[in-house]
């Protein structure tokens, strides 16, 4: 069995890394140049928006662990294009490479509401009411200053339609 993981020198992925390659499991890490790994886990440069790259990545493997993502970052766009796009890539080339593996995807609990009384939760409020000002910004009419879970505040984006009041 040999596992793909994305975002291996990350705070979980590398946890989760160099205790697969203790136990003996086959395995390779999508990773960008000039990065360490653990002993025994095989690299493969490349990047999530490099199709080429994740073909090389994906091929013959039975499983792939995906936590690479963006999140803390002011550029918004960089965090959409990551997660969405990044991840939208990944799923193409396993489908089309390695049909048969597993894929598991990762998430932060970020994603979810801060202010709820327990971690996120699929049966959770999703929209308008999980928007938030952040930043410092006082000006809840202005989409740049909103955090919004689960789909992006400015209204071409996401859904089609602005989060928030700004239907």
């Known amino acids: 069995m040999t596992i793909l993981v994305t975002g291996a020198t990350g705070l979980v992925g590398t946890r989760l890394l160099s205790r697969l390659a203790e136990a003996g499991m086959d395995c390779r890490a999508l990773v960008r140049s000039g990065r360490n790994l653990p ?7 490349g990047d999530l928006f490099d199709p080429a790259s994740l073909v090389r990545a994906v091929r013959d493997v039975s499983a792939i662990i995906h936590f690479a993502a963006v999140f803390r970052s002011p550029d918004t766009d960089l965090i959409w294009k990551s997660n969405l ?36 939760r699929e049966g959770d409020a999703r929209g308008s009411d999980q928007c938030q000002i952040v930043s410092g910004s006082k ?20 859904n089609g339609r602005a989060c928030c009041q700004y239907h």
């Open 85 to 120: 796009e990044g991840t939208r890539n990944l799923i193409a080339a396993t489908k089309a490479h390695a049909s048969g593996a597993r894929f598991i995807m990762s998430s932060t609990s970020n994603v979810y509401n801060t202010d709820n009384a327990h971690p996120g």
């Open 139 to 158: 000006d809840e009419h202005d989409p740049s200053s909103r955090h919004c879970h689960g789909h992006d505040p400015r209204p071409d984006r996401g």
């Open 39 to 45: 002993a025994g886990v095989t690299a493969v440069e």
